[in-house]
T-cell receptor, first 109, second 115 residues
Framework: KNEVEQSPQNLTAQEGEFITINCSYSVGISALHWLQQHPGGGIVSLFMLSSGKKKHGRLIATINIQEKHSSLHITASHPRDSAVYICAVATFNTDKLIFGTGTRLQVFP | EAQVTQNPRYLITVTGKKLTVTCSQNMNHEYMSWYRQDPGLGLRQIYYSMNVEVTDKGDVPEGYKVSRKEKRNFPLILESPSPNQTSLYFC??????????????FGPGTRLTVL
């Protein structure tokens, strides 16, 4: 079993829909990262959180430490949101990142 | 402009021919790391460095070497590349060690093919 599991693996949506991507992990963590990888391959960091909730524009990330679960929400989705979204955890007391296998999102006009 | 650069961006080579992929950051970051990305497996950490002359193995270090002689540079060395090292490689840096909640900045990636 992978230490970081994402669901769904693939997701299609119509423009304007509300989107949720889930991440569950089984290890102790100091922080959780959400990354975005565009079709060209570049990776950017969206959020880093260790508790509660963060919001940036139409993106919202939440984490529940007790349940070892995080969600990434996209409100009013747009075709430019089409990308692979990757969850990664920084394990407690180490300097390693463990990645989920990603969720491929396609938003159609 | 603050950035992480990698060179080359694309490389096709043959089995056994030593190669180096360079990584450089201009943000005075302490933490640097190398990852490989393979279909179905996602990103996996190869090596990381918490500061100059301090390096440690990630999850898939076999067949790779690194060095951190200067803070800005973290080259990845493949002494004798094999076809199973064909992959997309990313270098990343972070202001401090990851456990202190620091964002990672990624390079553009290097697509390596070993024939």
């Amino acid at each position: 079993k992978n230490e970081v599991e994402q669901s769904p693996q693939n997701l299609t949506a119509q423009e304007g829909e509300f989107i949720t991507i889930n991440c569950s992990y089984s290890v102790g963590i100091s922080a959780l990262h959400w990354l975005q990888q565009h079709p060209g391959g570049g990776i950017v960091s969206l959020f880093m959180l260790s508790s509660g909730k963060k919001k940036h524009g139409r993106l919202i990330a939440t984490i529940n430490i007790q349940e070892k679960h995080s969600s990434l929400h996209i409100t009013a989705s747009h075709p430019r949101d089409s990308a692979v979204y990757i969850c990664a955890v920084a394990t407690f007391n180490t300097d390693k990142l463990i990645f989920g296998t990603g969720t491929r999102l396609q938003v159609f006009p | 402009e603050a950035q992480v650069t990698q060179n080359p961006r694309y490389l096709i080579t043959v089995t056994g021919k030593k190669l180096t992929v360079t990584c450089s950051q201009n943000m005075n970051h302490e933490y640097m790391s190398w990852y490989r990305q393979d279909p179905g497996l996602g990103l996996r950490q190869i090596y990381y460095s918490m500061n100059v002359e301090v390096t440690d193995k990630g999850d898939v270090p076999e067949g790779y070497k690194v060095s951190r002689k200067e803070k800005r540079n973290f080259p990845l060395i493949l002494e004798s590349p094999s076809p199973n090292q064909t992959s997309l490689y990313f270098c990343a840096s972070s202001p401090k060690r990851l456990g202190k909640y620091n964002e990672q900045f990624f390079g553009p990636g290097t697509r390596l093919t070993v024939l």
